[in-house]
Nanobody, 123 residues
């Protein structure tokens, strides 16, 4: 019923920039908080940044001042601008969203995840 599709990952040199995008599609009624998480090899998935439907943001300390999360509510899309990238930012980045979607005559809440996009910053 709902799908999150990420794009924009890749290989970038230290100090470089990347912009990730995540578009939600399907029978969407509303989207509350959207966010980005990441999982490095051998580590647990961790929060990177979140943004509410009203635009309030929250960042992990490790990315504060380097990454910027934003969203386009009309397009059901969330972005992550990543600047001054470091080798320790290497990870699979996952999009997450709290979505209500239409089902018959009602709506259903769902916490959805994207498939992940790999960001590699070599040392």
């Amino acid at each position: 019923q709902v799908q999150l599709v990420e794009s924009g990952g890749g290989l970038v040199q230290p100090g470089g920039s990347l912009r990730l995008s995540c578009a939600a599609s399907g029978r969407i009624f509303s989207i509350n908080t959207m966010g980005w998480y990441r999982q490095a090899p051998g580590k647990e998935r961790e929060l990177v940044a979140t943004i509410t439907s009203g635009g309030s943001t929250n960042y992990a300390a490790s990315v504060l001042g380097r990454f910027t999360i934003s969203r386009d509510n009309a397009k059901n899309t969330v972005y992550l601008q990543m600047n001054s990238l470091k080798p320790e930012d290497t990870a699979v980045y996952y999009c997450n969203a709290d979505i209500r979607y239409r089902e018959h005559w009602s709506t259903i809440g769902l916490n959805a995840w994207g498939q992940g996009t790999l960001v590699t910053v070599p040392s």
